[in-house]
């Protein structure tokens, strides 16, 4: 009798145990999926309206330009496990030229399990004549497949620390696209961005930001374990906002995107400071 009793107290605790861990470990993996790196504090003071843009939460987050005609819309896919406020300073600073920005917070922090939510934000704002999408990392493989399938609604591509997935062949289309990248970025170099040029139309502007990294385009905390990235990425991040030099380059390719009859001068003075350089490529990197 009590070996009967002492076995069923340790099955019971070992179910214990086991339905602890279950929960445990269901929790910590739902904590790793749903992850965002969230944004750093020079984001976040731009979220707030001001008098040049006005900022608006729901249904997405929003920059409305103050005083604008708005004509042309900019869609933004954010990378992969990055919350969309961390971009708020390049977003902020495309909505100042006068231009609606949009950028959509995607299911689990992944554009690729709602990529087609720009028909939802185009449909959202019929005032908007003119569309341009853009993506960064995983968001930009997302807004080329867009792209790609939506070509009646898209007037202009660019994507950040990205490349097209093998298929969304846009080499036959007819609208502006720029590739950016940074020369550190290990996966999206000069080697990888060759390999899919055949992707892309023949007079893509493809541009290479010396001492770029892959998570540099916005501002927000890498993984603490990570801590030197984390350091490089904010000292990127205040080097975009005090000088301007990081949001010129982009905004420069904003214009030349959505309106490359107007050649928009670059200017040479942006980049004396050799943390932040560009090499300009054709649509042969390697060259």
């Given at each position: 009798?009590?070996?009967q009793?002492?076995?069923?107290?340790?099955?019971k605790?070992?179910?214990?145990i086991?339905?602890?861990?279950f929960?445990?470990?269901?929790?910590?993996?739902?904590?790793w999926?749903t992850?965002?790196?969230?944004p750093l504090?020079?984001a976040?003071e731009?979220?707030?309206s001001?008098?040049?843009?006005?900022v608006?939460?729901?249904?997405?987050l929003t920059?409305?330009?103050?005083?604008?005609?708005?004509?042309?819309?900019?869609?933004?896919?954010?990378?992969?496990?990055i919350?969309p406020?961390?971009?708020?300073?390049?977003?902020?600073a495309?909505?100042?030229?006068?231009?609606?920005v949009?950028v959509p917070?995607?299911?689990?922090?992944?554009a690729?399990?709602?990529?087609?939510i720009?028909?939802e934000?185009?449909?959202?704002?019929?005032e908007?004549?003119h569309?341009?999408?853009?993506?960064?990392?995983?968001g930009?493989?997302?807004?080329?497949?867009?792209?790609?399938?939506n070509r009646?609604?898209?007037e202009?591509?660019?994507?950040?620390?990205?490349?097209p997935?093998?298929?969304s062949?846009?080499?036959d289309?007819?609208?502006?696209?720029v590739?950016?990248y940074?020369?550190?970025?290990?996966?999206?170099?000069?080697?990888s961005?060759?390999?899919?040029?055949?992707?892309?139309?023949?007079d893509?502007?493809?541009?290479?930001?010396?001492?770029?990294?892959?998570?540099?385009?916005?501002?927000?905390v890498?993984?603490?374990?990570?801590?030197?990235?984390?350091?490089?990425?904010?000292f990127r991040?205040?080097?975009?906002?005090q000088?301007?030099?990081?949001?010129?380059?982009?905004i420069?390719?904003?214009?030349?995107?959505?309106?490359?009859?107007?050649?928009?001068?670059?200017?040479?003075?942006?980049f004396?400071?050799s943390?932040i350089?560009?090499t300009g490529l054709?649509?042969n990197?390697?060259g």
């Open positions: 009798m009590n070996k009793i002492g076995l069923n107290s340790a099955k605790i070992l179910w214990a086991l339905i602890f861990g929960v445990i470990i269901s929790f910590l993996g739902i904590q999926v992850y965002a790196r969230p504090q020079e976040i731009l979220l707030e001001d008098g040049l843009v006005t608006t939460h729901e249904p997405w920059f409305i330009p103050a005083e604008s005609e708005l004509k042309t819309g900019f869609i933004f896919y954010p990378g992969g496990r919350d406020r961390g971009y708020a300073s390049l977003m902020h495309i909505a100042s030229e006068g231009y609606l949009v917070k995607m299911p689990i922090n992944m690729v399990f709602n990529p087609n720009a028909d934000i185009i449909d959202h704002h019929p908007i004549n569309w341009v999408i853009a993506g960064h990392s995983v930009g493989v997302m807004a080329a497949q867009y792209s790609y399938e009646e609604h898209i202009g591509l660019m994507i950040w620390a990205s490349y997935a093998g298929n062949d846009l080499s289309a007819d609208i502006p696209v590739s950016i940074g020369s550190l970025d290990p996966k999206v170099n000069d080697s961005v060759v390999e899919r040029k055949v992707l892309l139309p023949e893509t502007q493809y541009v290479r930001i010396e001492g770029g990294g892959h998570h540099q385009f916005g501002c927000k890498e993984k603490l374990v990570r801590w030197k990235n984390y350091i490089r990425s904010k991040c205040n080097l975009g906002l000088s301007g030099m990081l949001d010129d380059l982009l420069h390719y904003w214009r030349k995107t959505w309106n490359p009859m107007g050649q928009v001068p670059l200017p040479s003075e942006m004396q400071d943390s350089t560009t054709s649509h990197p390697s």
